[in-house]
């Protein structure tokens, strides 16, 4: 057995951040042990994503950073995986630009790592693993997972897109979409539940809401899949990530609102407030649409927390619809935003589309966005002193303090007490809100 260690960068979404997870507990498998810094590594992977530019240029930066590294330790192992080396010809990019990569795979085959590298140790030869289609059968996510987070947990439901989102790479890097079995989901989310320790329990997918689409039963769907985990017995929270507008169901918002370990923060990106913008990024549903979604959600979930994407300066993006955008952010008032800027990706529709936005414009629109966004997030939780939170984990315990988190993913620091402890669901009276965090009391 290979005694080791590793060392795991991970760029992009909760997908990749789960996938790392999987191959840490395939190189535990094999006698690794993580390192702390990549300096002490004997392997490290290099988990990437492409969904913007900005995160291609991250992930090529620190892949250049392993070379004085391989100098000093010729032995060192140097792995590139995710959504990057997925793309057309990228591949043979990357071992052109960085020869001394040692192994490439995909997105759609990290299940099988273990085996790769086991290759490559014997023969000690470059190796590239490329699966244009998703790989994932039945008894796949059985490998062992090493998790990042003590008290949360990600689980996939589904695999890959159908969407095709003009803006996209998803679809062409992670393949078409492919739900779980849900006894294969149920079972795991159970056993999470039975190790006692994870509180937070998130299904994953790039849209949670078509899960099921793809089985002969068309019985089977996400709310009933959320609402039968929802009714297993234990003290934990489900959450859902994300979540497409165009199919979130009034069925799904009655499962919300029935059950209480369902969480009241909904991620539901937007991603314009233009209706000639959707139409243009293929999202397939008008604004109308969405803030009905918000009224419907609000009024039977008073409680409920909203955050969202935006994309400023698509193609054809003029300050009429942008301005669209903002009205929206106004009218709404999610309590956060995630805003990008529209980058270009190869072999997506909107790559060639007319009337790019220049750069400048792109960035004006999008610190205007931002201020707008800080300004309502602030207000948002200044409303909370005096208030009380239901149900904020605590998720670390500091000399005086516990920190904690609110169902939106707030830290709210608290006095400590001898009734509290980590990994416990608290109601929280809010005294404070100061530098980005809440202060509150143990109710």
Do not use: W
Not at 45 to 56: D, F, H, K, L, P
Not at 117 to 125: E, G, P, T
Not at 420 to 434: A, C, E, N
């Amino acid at each position: 057995m290979q005694i080791g260690k590793y060392f795991i960068y991970t760029y992009g979404c909760q997908m990749n951040v789960h996938e790392s997870e999987k191959i840490a507990g395939i190189l535990k498998k094999r006698g690794y042990e993580s390192a702390e810094k990549p300096e002490d590594a004997d392997i490290i992977v290099y988990n990437t994503c492409c969904i913007r530019e900005s995160a291609e240029q991250r992930a090529m930066g620190n892949i250049g950073n392993a070379k004085p590294l391989k100098k000093k330790n010729p032995n060192l192992i140097v792995a590139v995986c995710g959504c990057m080396p997925q793309q057309k010809n990228v591949e043979s990019m990357l071992k052109k630009k960085f020869p001394f990569i040692n192994i490439i795979f995909g997105a759609n085959n990290v299940e099988y790592f273990g085996e790769y590298l086991d290759l490559y140790l014997q023969q000690r030869k470059y190796r590239s693993f490329i699966l244009e289609d998703q790989n994932y059968q039945a008894g796949n996510e059985k490998i062992d997972i090493i998790r990042d987070n003590m008290l949360s947990a990600y689980v996939n439901i589904t695999y890959g897109c159908n969407n095709f989102c003009t803006y996209c790479i998803v679809p062409y890097v992670r393949g078409r979409e492919i739900s779980r079995p849900k006894e294969d989901i149920i079972q795991e989310v159970k056993n999470l539940i039975e190790i006692g320790k994870y509180k937070v329990i998130t299904l994953l997918g790039q849209n949670v809401n078509s899960y099921g689409n793809d089985f002969k039963d068309k019985s089977v769907t996400f709310p009933k899949l959320l609402e039968e985990i929802a009714n297993l017995d234990g003290d934990f929270e489900i959450r859902f990530m994300s979540s497409h507008p165009k199919d979130f169901s009034d069925e799904l918002i009655d499962v919300i609102a029935r059950n209480k370990k369902v969480s009241r923060a909904v991620h539901l990106p937007i991603q314009s407030g233009s209706n000639k913008i959707l139409k243009l990024m293929n999202r397939n549903y008008t604004r109308e649409k969405y803030l009905a979604i918000v009224e419907k959600l609000r009024a039977k979930i008073p409680d409920i927390t909203l955050s969202t994407d935006i994309i400023v300066g698509f193609p054809n993006e003029t300050e009429e619809d942008f301005n669209e955008t903002v009205s929206l952010v106004k009218e709404v008032k999610f309590t956060n935003a995630f805003i990008f800027m529209y980058s270009k990706r190869k072999g997506t529709l909107a790559e060639k589309m007319p009337n790019q936005v220049p750069i400048d414009i792109k960035r004006q629109r999008i610190h205007n966005l931002l201020e707008i966004q800080k300004q309502i997030t602030n207000d948002y939780f200044d409303n909370l002193i005096g208030k009380v939170q239901k149900r904020v984990l605590i998720e670390e315990e500091k000399a005086t303090q516990f920190i904690g988190k609110t169902d939106c993913g707030k830290v709210v620091k608290l006095k400590k007490n001898d009734k509290t402890s980590v990994g416990d669901f608290v109601d929280v009276l809010i005294i404070d809100y100061s530098g980005g965090n809440l202060y509150g009391e143990v109710e």
